[in-house]
Nanobody
Framework: QLQLVESGGGLVQLGGSLTLSCAASGFTLDRYAISWFRQAPGKEREGVSCISRSGGWTNYSDSVKSRFTVSRDNAKNTVYLRMNSLKPEDTAVYYC??????????????????WGKGTLVTVSS
């Protein structure tokens, strides 16, 4: 069964850090660009970061740039999202998604092939 599983969410205080993981089973992640999305209560889902297949290209939304870092370990079939200086507005369910059709040296926030079920991040003030 092909699936993505996010982990690492939880409750953290303002200014704290978390690292989310996105692990794949049933397929190898090195053939996919991976994107991270989040959805806060009452808001639309937004793309926050993505990474190309090899990891050589990354992208961040303006809201997380300089605070979040995306990385991947293809040997472990896992992608990570390191989140620093967390703010209450970062509170959301975070999802990872895999994109098979992205160009080798890019990533994007549409056209995903597989989605995880999400992990909740709550930042308290």
């Amino acid at each position: 069964q092909l699936q993505l599983v996010e982990s690492g969410g939880g409750l953290v205080q303002l200014g704290g850090s978390l690292t989310l993981s996105c692990a794949a089973s049933g397929f190898t992640l090195d053939r996919y660009a991976i994107s991270w999305f989040r959805q806060a209560p009452g808001k639309e889902r937004e793309g926050v970061s993505c990474i190309s297949r090899s990891g050589g290209w990354t992208n961040y939304s303006d809201s997380v740039k300089s605070r979040f870092t995306v990385s991947r370990d293809n040997a472990k079939n896992t992608v990570y999202l390191r989140m620093n200086s967390l703010k209450p507005e970062d509170t959301a369910v975070y999802y990872c998604a895999a994109d098979y059709r992205a160009l080798a040296t890019s990533c994007r926030y549409n056209g995903m092939n597989y989605w995880g079920k999400g992990t909740l991040v709550t930042v308290s003030s």
